[in-house]
């Protein structure tokens, strides 16, 4: 390969999208020519590529996505690096590796990143790799060691939703504690009591409620809240609790 | 160099040492040869070398520690990876670099390491590089970007200490409720409240009073607790808290 890039180098990227009910992950369709000359499917991956000479690692999660996506100024967070020798090594990456002019041989270092996105309000745009959402809780498998980058990920997503205020970045300007619970509950993977989760939100002085109700919905209009950063960083917890 | 490294990939290990009253870190003393001869001062640095052929990075990491430092079989945990293509290009690091026969044009991803122990439980002994503790907050510069590693690292052990039981590492089996409370104040930077923290601690069912205390101290023995992990893994938080 003579593309500029470095090669013992990549940067992969774990893009979680929010739909209002579940959690999704976005993946590139690999596929193989066969011997007969047919293009057969190959497996899933996450989106990634290597790293070009003279770029940082941040400037390169950004161009992979974009290039590969067309999403761009999306929040990305660098998460883990990923650097086992062995991490090419199942048959089917191998094929691939060759089909596409790489040494399976080398062994290449990938460095991790996650976003976490509104599926609605972003535009996946169709390369030549085709890209589109899963279902989380659905995939099985996937190319390379990306399974367990996807774990990792996502991990780190919880920890960072726990402790920072990420939840509101995939919120419209004004919401309904609903739809706030619905996203600690599907980034987290647990339920969360209705009465216990508003006692907690009227407790935090940077969730905001309005004098505004839900328009033009069929049910019973619900209050509407906002998030206040002047609030969040002026009222920052500088002590120390035990919520683990 | 020829010694079965790789040459753009190391690990830089940040080692952060509590001696019960701060924070330090282990650093090496890096020297250089002057025209006259002389052996003169360069720089700090974090503890770090490349990685080598057929390793895993966290094998790396625990090698690196062991042949610098003599540590071995301490918590070492992965945070982040620095590939900025200037990373090596301070003037100081370049004469290093060519003095060890490395090429400093060359772009050296590093993955960064941290890790928290006992400064009176370990032995650091000395090899060819001089290693030593250093408070944390003496420290004004390091050779190539390792203040930038080293600022990185601690915001990780700061994230980690809030969200997992990391400090009951650091305490011998029984300890006192001081001895707990200034781990949190040495590593967060703040200063606790005493009466605040201990009602803290009398909700935290795993943090079990014991019927002794202290023994040949010279002032009032105070109560001795223990950490429970049976109980911290059964009581463990399944729900949610605005905890930031």
Same mark, same amino acid.
């Not at 002019?101 to 085709?130: D, Q, W």
């Not at 509407?224 to 002590?239: H, N, Q, W």
């Given at each position: 390969?003579?593309?500029? $890039?470095?090669?013992?180098?990549?940067?992969?990227?774990?893009?979680?999208?929010?739909?209002?009910?579940?959690? *999704? !992950?976005?993946?590139?369709?690999?596929?193989?020519?066969?011997?007969?000359?047919? @293009?057969?499917?190959?497996?899933? $991956?996450? %989106?990634?590529?290597? !790293?070009?000479?003279?770029? $940082?690692?941040?400037?390169?999660?950004? +161009?992979?996505?974009?290039? @590969? @996506?067309?999403?761009? *100024?999306?929040?990305?967070?660098?998460?883990? $690096? /990923?650097? *086992?020798?062995?991490?090419?090594?199942?048959?089917?990456?191998?094929?691939?590796?060759?089909?596409?002019?790489?040494?399976?041989?080398? +062994?290449?270092? #990938?460095?991790?990143?996650?976003?976490?996105?509104?599926?609605?309000?972003?535009?996946?745009?169709? &390369?030549? +790799?085709?890209? #589109?959402?899963?279902?989380?809780?659905?995939?099985?498998?996937?190319?390379?060691?990306?399974?367990?980058?996807?774990?990792?990920?996502?991990?780190?997503? =919880? &920890?960072?939703?726990? &402790?920072?205020?990420?939840?509101?970045?995939?919120?419209? =300007?004004? /919401?309904?504690?609903?739809?706030? =619970?619905?996203?600690?509950? %599907? %980034?987290?993977?647990?339920?969360?009591?209705?009465?216990? /989760? +508003?006692?907690?939100? #009227?407790?935090?002085?940077?969730?905001?409620?309005?004098?505004?109700?839900? =328009?033009? %919905? #069929?049910?019973?209009?619900?209050?509407?809240?906002?998030?206040?950063?002047?609030? /969040?960083?002026?009222?920052?917890?500088?002590?120390? *609790?035990?919520?683990?």
């Amino acid at each position: 390969m003579n593309d500029n $890039t470095i090669s013992n180098l990549s940067v992969d990227c774990v893009i979680f999208g929010f739909d209002s009910e579940k959690l *999704n !992950v976005l993946l590139l369709e690999r596929k193989l020519e066969a011997e007969n000359g047919e @293009t057969v499917f190959c497996d899933h $991956t996450l %989106v990634g590529h290597h !790293v070009r000479v003279g770029e $940082t690692l941040d400037e390169s999660a950004a +161009r992979i996505l974009e290039e @590969t @996506t067309g999403l761009s *100024n999306i929040y990305l967070e660098q998460f883990y $690096t /990923f650097g *086992n020798p062995d991490r090419l090594k199942k048959p089917r990456a191998k094929l691939w590796l060759e089909s596409i002019g790489r040494n399976p041989e080398e +062994r290449v270092i #990938s460095v991790g990143y996650f976003s976490l996105v509104n599926v609605n309000s972003v535009h996946v745009s169709y &390369t030549e +790799r085709h890209a #589109s959402w899963f279902n989380l809780n659905e995939i099985e498998d996937l190319g390379f060691d990306h399974k367990e980058i996807l774990n990792k990920a996502l991990e780190a997503l =919880q &920890t960072k939703i726990k &402790t920072n205020p990420l939840a509101f970045e995939l919120l419209p =300007q004004k /919401f309904t504690l609903s739809h706030l =619970q619905k996203i600690y509950e %599907v %980034v987290l993977g647990i339920e969360i009591d209705k009465r216990n /989760f +508003r006692k907690k939100v #009227s407790q935090v002085p940077y969730i905001v409620p309005l004098k505004e109700k839900q =328009q033009k %919905v #069929s049910h019973k209009p619900a209050q509407l809240y906002m998030f206040s950063r002047d609030i /969040f960083e002026a009222t920052k917890k500088k002590d120390f *609790n035990f919520s683990f």
